[in-house]
């Protein structure tokens, strides 16, 4: 018996989002659910409450996007923070 494998990965989506006691949840498609604190993100961070629960999906989950602020996270970038180093100019 043989079985058949997929070298192929299923992209890991967020399937909900949510704001507690200053922090942003997101419950993703693999069954975790991350915690971050919106301090990390200063638009969400001095945001109304109003202005936070208007977001949505993008690119079928790989990101969030707040349309209010001007804001997107990328949902890799919560899973592997290491992967997207924050960058400035010393020039």
């Known amino acids: 018996m043989s079985t058949l494998r997929s070298n192929q990965q299923v992209p890991l989506v967020a399937l909900d989002v949510w704001f507690e006691n200053e922090m942003l949840y997101v419950r993703l498609s693999d069954g975790r659910e991350l915690g971050v604190p919106?301090?990390?993100?200063?638009?969400?961070?001095?945001?109304?409450?109003?202005?936070?629960?208007?977001?949505?999906?993008?690119?079928?989950?790989?990101?969030?996007?707040?349309?209010?602020?001007?804001?997107d996270i990328c949902i890799g970038s919560l899973v592997c923070p290491e992967l997207y180093p924050l960058s400035a100019s010393t020039s």
């Open 38 to 71: 919106v301090e990390w993100f200063p638009r969400l961070k001095n945001a109304t409450a109003k202005e936070r629960a208007n977001w949505r999906f993008i690119g079928h989950g790989i990101g969030i996007h707040w349309d209010d602020l001007d804001e």
